[in-house]
């Protein structure tokens, strides 16, 4: 089975590499700050628009694109500069499967990830199910 799309939004740049921490009962608890949990709530939002009739089941190959507004920028140049791709992905990751697009992000076995300057800002998403010999 294979899964893809494109969600037409300014992609947030609040990552799960933001959480904050807090001591409760003397033990460290994390909690998202504002502009994670708006930006964990605007992905998933928009994920469930497009969430498969069931799991993907064993390995995933995964392949976002991050289009960000492009201001000055060359249209579908690459971007160099914050957020960092793998902080991108750790919660898109977290949102997927909170939406159900498997059952556990370890199954992505296989990932690419691009962020760009765009025209039109977004977020194109492709995951398949890998073939098992």
């Known amino acids: 089975m294979s899964i893809?799309?494109?969600m037409p939004m300014i992609p947030p740049t609040?990552?799960?590499?933001?959480?904050?921490?807090?001591?409760?009962?003397?033990?460290p608890?994390?909690?998202?700050?504002?502009?994670?949990?708006?930006?964990?709530?605007?992905?998933i939002a928009h994920l469930a628009r497009h969430k498969p009739d069931r799991p993907l089941?064993?390995?995933?190959c995964l392949l976002v694109k991050?289009?960000?507004?492009?201001?000055?920028?060359k249209n579908g140049a690459y971007r160099t500069t914050r957020p960092d791709t793998d902080n991108l992905q750790k919660l898109l990751k977290d949102c997927m499967t909170?939406?159900?697009?498997?059952?556990?992000?370890?199954?992505?076995?296989?990932?690419?990830?691009?962020?760009?300057?765009a025209e039109v800002p977004g977020i194109?998403?492709?995951a398949e199910e890998l073939k098992e010999d």
């Not at 609040?14 to 033990?27: D, I, L, N």
């Not at 089941?57 to 995933?60: A, D, L, M, Q, S």
């Open 29 to 43: 608890v994390s909690y998202d700050p504002p502009e994670v949990a708006a930006a964990r709530s605007k992905l």
């Open 124 to 126: 194109y998403v492709r």
């Open 66 to 73: 991050w289009c960000f507004p492009r201001g000055k920028h």
């Open 14 to 27: 609040a990552t799960h590499q933001e959480k904050k921490w807090r001591v409760v009962k003397g033990k």
């Open 57 to 60: 089941e064993g390995g995933v």
């Open 4 to 6: 893809e799309f494109f």
């Open 98 to 117: 909170a939406v159900g697009f498997w059952k556990d992000d370890a199954q992505v076995a296989s990932e690419t990830c691009e962020k760009f300057w």
